[in-house]
């Protein structure tokens, strides 16, 4: 295999010095168009590639974003991770995604390989049983920002982009109060995430605003797992206070919901109904689905996490200070009928 040409080789055949040769190539105005474009020739016709390692080196930076998220099988974070691309490659940003497959010390491990390989920042969504965030706080030392979107750690002073949940959630439940249910049950997620605490805020506000009376018992968690869903579907229908809809954490879980309500010789959408979130198109697929989604927006939330980032960057580059206080962007939810006539 040949060996690469270096500047220090074009710069020794046109008997001029290397560092006119790197500003010819970098198309530095002080070098003349005429020797600007003989040396860009002859690199040419060496076959000359710069060495990224050292641009890299006399930059500061790899020009690679780190993206890690729970699993990229999830439509939501594939769609989030095709508008992060999408944004980096404007800005010439390469991105590199990993999975933690929900799994807090496989997310422990990929932040550190990622700080180890030199990321320029961080993308994360995180896993739904992290339970301690001391591994984003190492990345402070190092100077690697982290922007954090969809699953947001509940710590402070985090740059983050999200959707709202608790307005969602309100809208979720205020839907089916309409719709004439009154014992209404919420599968919850684990209490790790913040998104959790948002749907259970939501979901209390929602009863309050209509005059109705909070039952804790009517809130069950689950690890969204189908296992989990079952156990969580079981307590809500052994309840005193049988539901007759149920909003679930999303539409992963109302699926495996739906699947065992079925199994219980529940009829859907008329024994019960159910409303999820994401909006996901799987929906379109299924022969029995819930009656409303809320969508997350998760194109929104990649592109918003994305530019948040590279902003950061942008401002590290050019020595600029960041603002006081962090960046954080928090995208509306919406309801979305499901209903098939």
């Known amino acids: ?9 074009i710069a020794h055949i046109l008997n001029i010095s290397v560092s006119t040769v790197s500003r010819a190539l970098h198309d530095h105005p002080s070098i003349g168009v005429v020797t600007r474009e003989k040396i860009k020739k002859l690199a040419r016709e060496l076959n000359y590639e710069p060495n990224q390692s050292a641009i890299f080196f006399q930059k500061g ?6 993206v890690v998220l729970p699993e990229l099988t999830e439509t939501f974070f594939s769609v989030a991770v095709s508008a992060i ?10 991105v590199v995604v990993s999975q933690s497959h929900d799994d807090e010390q496989r997310e422990r491990l990929l932040v550190e390989k990622m700080k180890n390989n030199r990321v320029d920042g961080l993308l994360v969504s995180v896993a739904k049983n992290t339970s301690k965030y001391d ?10 920002p982290v922007v954090f979107f969809d699953r947001i750690p509940p710590i402070p002073n985090i740059h983050y982009v999200a959707c709202n949940m608790e307005t969602g959630t309100i809208e979720a439940v205020s839907y089916l109060l309409k719709r004439g249910h009154r014992t209404i049950g919420l599968i919850n997620g684990p209490a790790t995430l913040f998104a959790t605490n948002e749907r259970r805020e939501g979901y209390i506000k929602a009863m309050v605003k209509n005059r109705l009376k909070f039952d804790p018992t009517l809130v069950v968690n689950s690890d969204l797992t189908e296992t989990g869903t079952q156990a969580a579907l079981d307590e809500l229908l052994h309840n005193k206070r049988k539901p007759t809809a149920i909003v679930t954490f999303n539409d992963y879980v109302a699926l495996y919901a739906i699947k065992h309500a079925r199994r219980l010789n529940l009829e859907i959408n008329k024994d019960i109904e159910f409303v999820s979130y994401a909006n996901l198109p799987l929906i379109g697929y299924m022969d029995h689905i819930p009656i409303a989604s809320v969508e997350q927006h ?7 996490a994305a530019e948040i980032l590279l902003d950061l960057l942008a401002r590290k580059e050019n020595a600029i200070s960041e603002p006081s206080g962090y960046f954080n962007s928090i995208i509306e939810s919406q309801l979305v009928e499901n209903i098939r006539e």
């Open 1 to 9: 295999m040949p060996e690469q040409v270096t500047i220090k080789e």
């Open 61 to 66: 930076k790899t020009f690679t974003i780190g």
């Open 85 to 94: 691309e999408d944004i980096a490659y404007q800005k010439n940003y390469t």
């Open 135 to 144: 591994h984003f706080d190492m990345l402070k030392k190092y100077d690697i």
């Open 298 to 304: 998760p194109h929104l939330q990649g592109q918003k």
